[in-house]
């Protein structure tokens, strides 16, 4: 099962991190680390719906196994309880990275998938937030603009949390290209003393300059694997490896001579809204609705005069579809740059639920971004995405789900 993919990929030319099913005789195998929340179990709806096999991996922190229920059964679907901040082994093609708890662990959950995603060369893309942006002096923003944070404010955690995440991307992207400089296989021969359990992936075996083969060698143990080295070399052939990787079950002794292949793509996403949306992790917009199905008053913070862009969830699902099969690193923005205060989100909501809705003020919190609002031209021009629902439109979308999952909720409190 430590079948590297990066051979595979390769075979069918450019890598575009899906392997074409027919080449391989497989469908793209794909995890979506969060796949049990809120946008997570709606990209894994999108991709099980186009024919992928998808695995989500979720400690179900803030996800729910109710997002995923109706794809229990489905042979091509795997749910696999594990916490990212511990090391996972896999062989896919594709990681959507989207686990995030808002703590310091996001970061070591970003370095483990990133870990994997080099190992097995799959194409990784990071679920980033708009929150980089911090309380932006600039707007709308643009993906150039580099942020106003407050490192050591109430929300930084998250914040600088995806910024590290962010860098942690960039570096292994900027590690996979110095690494995969092309080394000589008789060189690589004598630099090997390996006891260990190992498994070689030489991709792009070129002899006087041209491809000859991919093949994957996949070895038990390391008497055999010097002998197929030795039969390379009393070939009398200069073998060039253009991308080689070793992986080691046990400490390795060689750990320099494996070269990456994967590639990394990174979102900055913009608020997000849709069913199964959590109803009470406190967002304005689940604050709102369920307050308006509840009878509650919608509870506004500060003036209320601060403005956000909400995007609906199916647009942020076609985004993020569409950066991982593109060709592009990014940060690239995905939102709605239809730009709403406080007070008329909750016009809209009174509009759509219940138009005697009352407001209530209350002191707003810290370092609270005045405004936000996504430039997306880059996103336009380079994936050809932009969001269709308007807000007006996605909104009465998310509220059914909410009056069923409240009215349950209701049951089950004896109410
Ligand atoms: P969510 O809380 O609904 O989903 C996150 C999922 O990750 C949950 O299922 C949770 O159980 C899981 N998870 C958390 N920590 C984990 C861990 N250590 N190991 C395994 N699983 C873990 O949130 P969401 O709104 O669906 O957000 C998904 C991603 O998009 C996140 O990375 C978030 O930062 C990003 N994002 C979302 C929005 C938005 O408006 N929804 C905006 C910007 C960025
Ligand atoms: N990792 C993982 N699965 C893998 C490969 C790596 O979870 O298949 C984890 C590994 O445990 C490490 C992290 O990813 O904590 C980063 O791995 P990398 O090889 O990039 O760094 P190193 O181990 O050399 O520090
Ligand atoms: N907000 C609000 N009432 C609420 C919850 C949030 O007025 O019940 C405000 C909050 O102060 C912020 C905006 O809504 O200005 C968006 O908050 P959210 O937490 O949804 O998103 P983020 O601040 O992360 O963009």
Known sequence: ???????????????TGRVPVGITGRRPRIVVTGGAGFVGSHLVDKLIARGDDVIVIDNFFTGRKENLVHLFGNPRFELIRHDVVEPILLEVDQIYHLACPASPTNVMGTLNMLGLAKRIGARFLLTS??????????????????????????????DEGKRTAETL????????????????????????????????????????????????LN???????????NNYRNSHITYRIAHLSVFFLSPPSVRDITVSDFDVRIARIFNTYGPRMCLDDGRVVSNFVAQAIRKQPLTVYGDGKQTRSFQYVSDLVNGLVALMESEHVGPFNLGNPGEFTMLELAEVVKETIDSSATIEYKPNTADDPHMRKPDISKAKELLNWEPKVPLREGLPLMVNDFRNRILNEDEGKGM
């Open 169 to 216: 991307a960039m570096d292994y992207h900027r590690g996979a290209g110095v690494e995969s400089s092309s080394c000589l296989l008789e060189e690589t021969i004598a630099s090997l003393h390996c006891t260990n359990f190992a498994q070689i992936a030489a991709n792009q075996i070129v002899e006087d300059g041209t491809t000859i083969s991919c093949p994957i």
């Open 129 to 158: 937030t708009s929150e980089v942006y911090g309380d932006p002096l600039e707007h709308p923003q643009k993906e150039t603009y580099w942020g106003n944070v407050n490192p050591i404010g109430e929300r930084s955690c998250y």
């Open 1 to 15: 099962n430590f079948l590297p993919r990066s051979g595979l990929t390769r075979l069918s030319g450019p890598h």
């Open 219 to 229: 070895l038990g143990c390391s008497c055999l694997w010097v002998n197929l080295l």
